[in-house]
C-alpha cells in the first residue's frame, strides 16, 4: 500500500468515527500544527540580516522554532503545508534539503510544489545557510552547523504536523494595526503614480490577516497571522540569537494559549508571518542622527554626508524594549482578530509552483512596448545599508554617480558588460553578481514562485522582500485575475514573503528610479516586478481553471560547492583548578522582583552542542510544599538571557553568564540558576557537563504568578530534553524557606491553590 493510500484510508476511518460520534458538519479541512527547535550555534557566527561582520552570536535571549501548518482537503488528496521559520529568509537550499528529507518519510506526499518554506526575517539569527556567495561573504562562508540546524529543525515541526492531522476548521479575520511599521523609504514611495497612492490610506499596510484553526470539538489547534514589519527591532549591536518582533508576539500568543507550558512546548502553534516588508521598518520613532538627535537627510538618509549615523530608533527605551512593544502590538491585535474570527473557509485545497528564470523574462508594458529582466546586480546604494542598520562603508542612498575608489574595486571583481549596465539602469553597478561565477553563484538566477490555495484563501509565495506597492500590485492583479474566472468578492488574498528561495529586493519600476537601498537591491533590474506580476497571473489563472502549469527550469543544487572559512572549535579549557561548570560569580543570597539575578559559569564552546530542543540554562523553584525543584524558565524564556564570552583564545576559556530579570508577579520562594553545555577536550571528544548556582530567596509579593508551579519537575524536565543532571536540594528547612519569604504553610498553601484554581 502507498503511503498516499494508507493516509486516504486513515482519513476515511477518523471521518467515519467522527460523523458517527456526534452526527454534526463535518468540518471543512484536516489540519496539523507542529512547532520545533531550528536554534543554530550560539558562539561565534556571524548573525544573518544586517551584513556586520562584527555582529556575532554571544549567546541566547530566546530561541528560533520553525511552526508547521498542514491543510488537506478530505474530498480529494490534496494538502499544501506553510512553514514560518524564524529566520531571516528561506534559502533555496534549505528548500531543497528540507523536501528531499520529507521525501524519504512520506514518499511524494510532500514536495517543493505544495511545501512553502517563509520565515520571519529577524537579523539576529546565525547566518551562512545560503547557498550564492553574496549572502555569506559576512559569515565567511556556508556555515553547515546554522543550516542543518534549520533543514533538521523545520522538518521535525513539519512531522509533528503530519503526526497531529485531524478533521478541523478554519476560521479568517482582517483587521488594521497603527503604530506599529512606518517606510523606511518614503521618498521611493511617492515617486509611485499618484493616482495609485490615492487608493491607499498609508504609505506601508496597516492591515494584519489572522487565520484561526480549531479542531472538530472546536478546541483550538493553531494561528497564523501576516502582518508586515521588518523583524529589525534588535538593532546591529545585538550579539544575543533572538525571532525579533515576530518571535516574541509568538511567543506570547503561545504562552497565552498553552498557559503553564514552558516556552516552546504545548500543542497550540502561533506563526506571525511576514508579508512585503522590503520597505517597511519597526522603528517607529523613524531616522535620526546619533550625533546631533536631529532628523537625518530625508532623501540620502544621511547626517552630514555619512549614512552611518543616520539609524531609526524604535518606540521602546532600548531594542529589547523596541522589540517587547512591536511585539505585543502584533499579538494583541492577532488575539482580537483570532477572538473575533468568524468567517468559515470552505472549498478546495489547492496549489500551483513553479520555476523561473528570472535573468531574462520578455514583460510587456503598459504602453504596449516590450522589456526585458536582467542578470543580477547590486547597486550603489546596497553599500550604504538601511536605517535599520546603516552600512559601515561611506557610501549614501540615492548615490546615482559612482565612486573612483569603489569603481575600481568594483572592476577588479567584475566590469559589467555593456548590456548589463544598460539593462540595470538608472541602477549604477556596484557588484555585478549576475556575470561573476567565481567561485560559484553570486545570487540566483532560477527562484520559487507559488500559490496555496486553501477555499477563497490565497497564499502569494514569493522569493524575496516586495516593497509595499509591489506586494499591493501583485496582490490586485492575482485577486482580480481570480474574480474574472468566478473566484467570490470574498476571496483573500496574503504576502508570504521570503518564501523558498532569496533573491533581495523587488520594487516597482518607480520606486527603482529612485534607487535608495531596496531599488539597489532590486536585482534583475527596473522590469522585476512586472516579472513577477505576470508569472502569478498565470499561476493564479491555472488555479482558478484547474489547470496545469509548466515546471520551468530544475533549481540549482550547490552545497558540493560551498567554501567555509569559520574555525571548528579547537577546544576547551577550564582553567587550573576549575571545572566546567563551576560557579565563577554566584548568585547574591536574596533578590526583590524587578531586579536581575546574573550567575556565571566555566562554560565549554555552545558548539560543541546545539542544545536543540533543550536549554543551556534553568531557573529552577523550589516548591516546599513537594520537596522538588520546578523548571520555572529556560534559555527560550524572555525573561532570561544566556550570554557567552570568550575569556583567553589561547587556553580555549570561556565564560557562560546566565541572567533572570525576576518580573514583578515572580512566585516568592527560593531559587537557584543551572547552566548546561559541553566540553570540547584536546583530544576531541565532547562531554557534558553543569553547574549550579547557589540558591537564593525571592522575596513575596502581593500577586504571585504560576510559573514555576506548572513548571515541570526538574528531574522530568531534564529526561525530557536529554540534560543528565541531579537535583541537589536547597540546604534550607521548609520552615526556614518560610520564614525568609515572610510566609506561613498556611498561607502558601492558599497561595498555591488560588494559582492552581485560576488556571
Ligand atoms: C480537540 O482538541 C481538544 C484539546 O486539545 C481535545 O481535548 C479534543 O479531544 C480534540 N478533539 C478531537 C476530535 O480531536
Ligand atoms: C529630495 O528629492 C526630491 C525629488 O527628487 C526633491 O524634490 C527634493 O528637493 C529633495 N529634497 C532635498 C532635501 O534634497
Ligand atoms: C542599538 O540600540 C541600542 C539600545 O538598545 C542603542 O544604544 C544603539 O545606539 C543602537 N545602535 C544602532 C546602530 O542602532
Ligand atoms: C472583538 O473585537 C472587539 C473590537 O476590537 C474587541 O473589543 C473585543 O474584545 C474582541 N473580542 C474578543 C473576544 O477578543
Ligand atoms: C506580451 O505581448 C505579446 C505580443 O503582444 C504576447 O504574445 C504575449 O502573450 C504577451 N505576454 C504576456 C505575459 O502578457
Ligand atoms: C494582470 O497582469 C497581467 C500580466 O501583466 C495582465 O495581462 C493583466 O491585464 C493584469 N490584470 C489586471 C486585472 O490588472
Ligand atoms: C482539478 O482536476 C482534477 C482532475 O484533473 C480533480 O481531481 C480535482 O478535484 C480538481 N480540483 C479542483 C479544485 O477542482
Ligand atoms: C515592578 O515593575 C513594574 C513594571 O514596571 C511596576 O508596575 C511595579 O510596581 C514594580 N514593582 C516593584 C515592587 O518595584
Ligand atoms: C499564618 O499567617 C496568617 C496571616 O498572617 C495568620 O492569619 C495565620 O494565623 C497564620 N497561621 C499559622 C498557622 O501561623
Redesign the pocket.
Known amino acids: 500500500m502507498t503511503a498516499m493510500r494508507r493516509l486516504t484510508l486513515m482519513w476515511l476511518v477518523t471521518f467515519l468515527v467522527y460523523n458517527g460520534a456526534n452526527g454534526l458538519d463535518q468540518p471543512n479541512f484536516f489540519i496539523g500544527t507542529g512547532r520545533a527547535d531550528i536554534t543554530g550555534p550560539a558562539a561565534e557566527i556571524n548573525m544573518m540580516g544586517y551584513a556586520n561582520p562584527k555582529q556575532d552570536t554571544q549567546g541566547i535571549h530566546f530561541r528560533l522554532y520553525s511552526r508547521a501548518f498542514i491543510i488537506a482537503d478530505h474530498a480529494n488528496s490534496h494538502r499544501v503545508v506553510y512553514v514560518s521559520a524564524d529566520i531571516a529568509m528561506v534559502s533555496q537550499i534549505i528548500k531543497i534539503e528540507v523536501v528531499k528529507k520529507l521525501k524519504t518519510h512520506y514518499g511524494d506526499i510532500y514536495t517543493e510544489m505544495n511545501v512553502c518554506l517563509s520565515s520571519i526575517h529577524t537579523h539576529s539569527g546565525p547566518g551562512g545557510f545560503l547557498q550564492y556567495l553574496l549572502y555569506d561573504i559576512t559569515s565567511l562562508g556556508f556555515v553547515a552547523e546554522s543550516t542543518d540546524a534549520i533543514v533538521n529543525g523545520i522538518v521535525k515541526s513539519i512531522q509533528i504536523a503530519h503526526e497531529r492531522l485531524v478533521p478541523g476548521d478554519i476560521f479568517i479575520n482582517r483587521g488594521t494595526l497603527l503604530d506599529s511599521n512606518i517606510n523606511r523609504s518614503p521618498t521611493a514611495y511617492l515617486n509611485n503614480p499618484q493616482e495609485e497612492r490615492d487608493r491607499y490610506q498609508y504609505d506601508v499596510d496597516k492591515d494584519m490577516v489572522v487565520l484561526k484553526m480549531v479542531n472538530s470539538t472546536g478546541a483550538a489547534i493553531g494561528m497564523i497571522s501576516w502582518f508586515a514589519v521588518h523583524c529589525t527591532s534588535m538593532n546591529n549591536t545585538n550579539h544575543l540569537i533572538s525571532g525579533d518582533n515576530k518571535g516574541y508576539a509568538s511567543y506570547l500568543f503561545e504562552q497565552h494559549m498553552n498557559p503553564g507550558s514552558l516556552p516552546g512546548e504545548g500543542d497550540f502553534v502561533a506563526a506571525f508571518a511576514q508579508a512585503n516588508e522590503g520597505d517597511v521598518s519597526p522603528n517607529t520613532r523613524g531616522p535620526h542622527c546619533l550625533d546631533t538627535g536631529l532628523p537625518c537627510h530625508m532623501n540620502t538618509s544621511t547626517c552630514n554626508g555619512k549614512s552611518e549615523l543616520c539609524v531609526a530608533f524604535g518606540p521602546g527605551v532600548d531594542m529589547a524594549d523596541s522589540t517587547r512593544i512591536i511585539g505585543n502590538n502584533q499579538f494583541i491585535k492577532a488575539l482580537n482578530l483570532y477572538n473575533n474570527a468568524t468567517r468559515k473557509l470552505s472549498g478546495p485545497v489547492d496549489f500551483k509552483h513553479q520555476n523561473v528564470d528570472m535573468t531574462n523574462v520578455q514583460v510587456n508594458l503598459s504602453d504596449g512596448s516590450q522589456a526585458h529582466t536582467c542578470k543580477p546586480a547590486m547597486g550603489y546604494s546596497f553599500a550604504a545599508g538601511t536605517t535599520d542598520g546603516p552600512g559601515a562603508m561611506d557610501f549614501t542612498q540615492g548615490t546615482t554617480q559612482g565612486n573612483a575608489l569603489w569603481n575600481l574595486i568594483r572592476n577588479f571583481i567584475k566590469k559589467p558588460s555593456a548590456e548589463q549596465t544598460a539593462c540595470q539602469l538608472p541602477k549604477p553597478i556596484l557588484l555585478d553578481t549576475g556575470e561573476i561565477s567565481y567561485p560559484y553563484s553570486w545570487q540566483p538566477d532560477i527562484v520559487e514562485l507559488q500559490l496555496l490555495r486553501v477555499g477563497d484563501f490565497i497564499i502569494v509565495a514569493v522569493p524575496g522582500e516586495f516593497s509595499t506597492m509591489s506586494g499591493r500590485r501583485v496582490r490586485s492583479n492575482v485577486t482580480a485575475t481570480l474574480a474574472q474566472h468566478g473566484f467570490p468578492e470574498t476571496t483573500e488574498t496574503v504576502i508570504a514573503g521570503l518564501s523558498n528561495t532569496y533573491s533581495s529586493y523587488i520594487t516597482t519600476f518607480e520606486e527603482y528610479q529612485v534607487q535608495r537601498y531596496e531599488g539597489a537591491s532590486t536585482i534583475y533590474g527596473p522590469h522585476t516586478l512586472q516579472a513577477y506580476i505576470q508569472h502569478f497571473n498565470v499561476l493564479a489563472a491555472a488555479i482558478a481553471q484547474n489547470s496545469t502549469v509548466d515546471k520551468g527550469p530544475s533549481v540549482p543544487y550547490l552545497r558540493d560547492k560551498q567554501l567555509c572559512f569559520v574555525l571548528p572549535v579547537v577546544y576547551d579549557g577550564s582553567g587550573i583548578g576549575k571545572s566546567f561548570g563551576d560557579v565563577l560569580t554566584d548568585a547574591k543570597p536574596k533578590y526583590v522582583v524587578n531586579t536581575t539575578v546574573s550567575v556565571s559559569f566555566v562554560a565549554g564552546h555552545p558548539r560543541n552542542n546545539l542544545m536543540t530542543g533543550a536549554t543551556f540554562l534553568t531557573v529552577e523553584w523550589w516548591n516546599p510544599e513537594q520537596s522538588t525543584w520546578h523548571v520555572a524558565y529556560t534559555d527560550s524564556s524572555w525573561e532570561t538571557r544566556f550570554k557567552w564570552t570568550r575569556t583567553s583564545s589561547l587556553l580555549g576559556k570561556s565564560q557562560a553568564t546566565v541572567e533572570w530579570d525576576i518580573p514583578a508577579a515572580a512566585m516568592p520562594g527560593v531559587y537557584r540558576m543551572r547552566h548546561f553545555g559541553h566540553e570540547k577536550s584536546v583530544t576531541g571528544d565532547i562531554h557534558p557537563y553543569a553547574g549550579t548556582s547557589a540558591s537564593f530567596i525571592v522575596e513575596t509579593m502581593e500577586e504571585a504568578s504560576p510559573r514555576g508551579i506548572e513548571g515541570p519537575r526538574a528531574d522530568t524536565f531534564y529526561q525530557h530534553v536529554g540534560l543528565h543532571a541531579q537535583a541537589p536540594h536547597p540546604s534550607l528547612s521548609m520552615a526556614e524557606i518560610l520564614k525568609r519569604i515572610k510566609?506561613?504553610?498556611?498561607?502558601l498553601k492558599d497561595k498555591l491553590r488560588q494559582i492552581r484554581q485560576a488556571d
Open positions: 510566609l506561613n504553610k498556611t498561607v
